[in-house]
């Protein structure tokens, strides 16, 4: 199996699964989580900080702390890679929080997430099409 047919073999999961995510608010979306900061007590100044977590679509994001730089993934370890290239030549700290999240910046990441979104609309709407 080559690399590209590993790919969009995972495209495609993602997007099946998104579609098939059950939807706990009034309006039909799973409510994504706002990042709040961090506590200053927490962590310094020095040390830049990442959230790493899953959006809605269940795509992996890492968003700096400070919203200065951010992108979508389709693997965690692409996200983590991400966030250790960002904040070279130091390390950084990696926050995971348990909720949904979405990007609220630039996609910086993988630029062939715009392919796997338009997938997912596709396949969501030929999925309402059967239902019906």
């Known amino acids: 199996m080559t690399l590209q047919m590993c790919e969009e073999a ?11 995510r059950r939807p706990t608010s009034a309006s039909g979306s799973v409510p994504a989580t706002a990042l709040r900061p961090l506590d200053p007590d927490v962590l310094s100044a020095s040390i830049p900080a990442f959230f790493i977590g899953r959006n809605k ?3 992996w994001v890492a968003r700096e702390a400070r919203g200065r730089v951010g992108g979508l993934f389709l693997f965690k370890s692409s996200a983590v890679d991400f966030a250790n290239r960002e904040s070279a030549p130091t390390r950084c700290a990696l926050v995971f929080p348990a909720e949904t999240f979405e990007l609220d910046i630039e996609n910086r990441g993988n630029p ?10 596709l396949l969501s709407r030929v999925v309402a099409r059967r239902r019906t």
């Open 57 to 59: 679509a269940g795509l």
């Open 10 to 20: 995972a495209m495609a999961a993602i997007a099946l699964q998104a579609v098939h």
């Open 112 to 121: 062939l997430i715009v392919l796997v979104e338009g997938a997912k609309r």
